[in-house]
């Protein structure tokens, strides 16, 4: 049996050949658990006003810098999750393990 730490409805964390990997649910293996899994996903990245009514900061100039990043598996096109950050900024890590 596998060990494996489900994350959310479609990611996982499994040990496999003795190494932690993000695993997607469609079991495309989208890196070692020592990387953000979002380096390994195709990225959607738009406007935060886009998120939808309410999301959008009062600020325009904060509005400005800000961007809404949607995180796709390469193998089944599954979203995975969202982040709303600066623009530039490096990925979050909404996970990360110590392993
Ligand atoms: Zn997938």
Redesign the pocket.
Known sequence: MRQQICIGD?LRLERRAGEARFI?????DLGTGQVNFKEHCRVKESSSSDIGPGYASSDPEMAGQMCFREFF?P????RLTTEVALVGSPYLWDIQPKL
């Not at 193998?75 to 599954?78: H, I």
């Open positions: 479609n997607c649910s469609c079991d495309r598996c193998g089944c096109g599954v």
